[in-house]
């Protein structure tokens, strides 16, 4: 089993091992890349990708809400203190995820004595227009 404060703090040249090492197979399988790190920030590029559609061909909220979790789980661990996991998310599905990559960004808002704050934003790679939006909080 990989410790993950072993990675704390995540920063730009440490991002892709970390990444590699902490996230189950499956998270992987998303194809995140452009994985970008800065204290408290972290973002990705989900790709477009058949095998993550709805037979509409709109990309799955719960492929949505895996790319965020991760991005925010990463924003987590550029910090010294390693999260112990996401205990809240709530996210608000704004338009369907159709022909385009997007990009998922998100902020650490506030850290406190056992948990802390993030915001997500995911957007089409190519306008910026909102697919989606999420709040989030992680224990310590």
Same mark, same amino acid.
């Given at each position: 089993?990989?410790?993950? %404060?072993? !990675?704390?703090?995540?920063? =730009?040249? $440490? ?12 998270? #992987?399988?998303? +194809?995140?890349?452009?994985?970008? /790190? ?6 990705? @590029?989900?790709?477009? =990708?058949? #095998?993550? =559609? !709805? %037979? %509409? +061909? ?8 895996a790319a965020v979790? *991760? /991005? ?5 661990? $550029? $910090?010294?203190? %390693?999260?112990? +996991? *996401?205990?809240?998310?709530? &996210? ?5 995820? /159709? =022909? ?11 850290? +406190? #004595?056992? $948990?802390?704050?993030?915001?997500? &934003? /995911? &957007? ?8 989606? @939006? ?7």
């Amino acid at each position: 089993m990989v410790d993950p %404060s072993n !990675f704390c703090p995540v920063s =730009n040249e $440490t991002v892709i091992d970390a990444y590699e090492h902490v996230f189950a197979p499956w998270v #992987k399988d998303l +194809g995140l890349s452009e994985l970008a /790190v800065s204290r408290g920030q972290a973002s990705a @590029r989900l790709p477009a =990708n058949p #095998k993550l =559609n !709805f %037979s %509409s +061909g709109a990309i799955c909220g719960q492929v949505i809400m895996a790319a965020v979790d *991760t /991005v925010v789980s990463l924003a987590m661990f $550029t $910090t010294d203190r %390693s999260p112990k +996991g *996401t205990v809240y998310q709530h &996210t608000h599905l704004l338009r369907a995820a /159709v =022909n385009d990559d997007f990009l998922v960004e998100a902020k650490v808002l506030r850290f +406190g #004595k056992a $948990t802390a704050y993030a915001e997500a &934003t /995911v &957007t089409f790679a190519a306008s910026g227009e909102v697919v989606a @939006r999420a709040s989030a909080e992680f224990a310590f």
